[in-house]
């Protein structure tokens, strides 16, 4: 029985990261109040496809006009970080 390998893992294994969108839009019936609107998937830095294709969205979609996009990337897997050990330690 082969074992099926997470969708979020594969695309870490293919370059994307955690990203992390916070945008503030105006409300339609307020448009001197801005609310917030947190967006998080797993996205390619520094071009960010997938956020690019919601934000395309949302200018389409919905009736909210965006105000300012601010965005956050981490890489999820990263080398390992490895230093020198300078001595050795024997425990009985």
């Not at 029985?1 to 695309?11: G, N």
């Not at 001197?32 to 969205?57: H, I, V």
């Not at 890489?75 to 020198?84: C, H, N, V, Y």
Request: glycine share 6%; charged share 25%.
């Amino acid at each position: 029985m082969a074992a099926k390998v997470s969708r979020d893992f594969v695309l870490q294994m293919e370059g994307y990261g955690l990203a992390t969108a916070e945008i503030l839009y105006r409300m339609p019936d307020h448009p001197g109040l801005l609310q917030t609107f947190l967006w998080q998937d797993y996205d390619l830095c520094p071009r960010f496809p997938e956020l690019n294709k919601f934000l395309e969205f949302w200018r389409r979609e919905i009736e909210g006009p965006l105000h300012s996009v601010r965005v956050a990337h981490s890489g999820l897997i990263k080398p390992a970080e490895l230093r020198s050990v300078d001595g050795m330690f024997l425990l009985n």
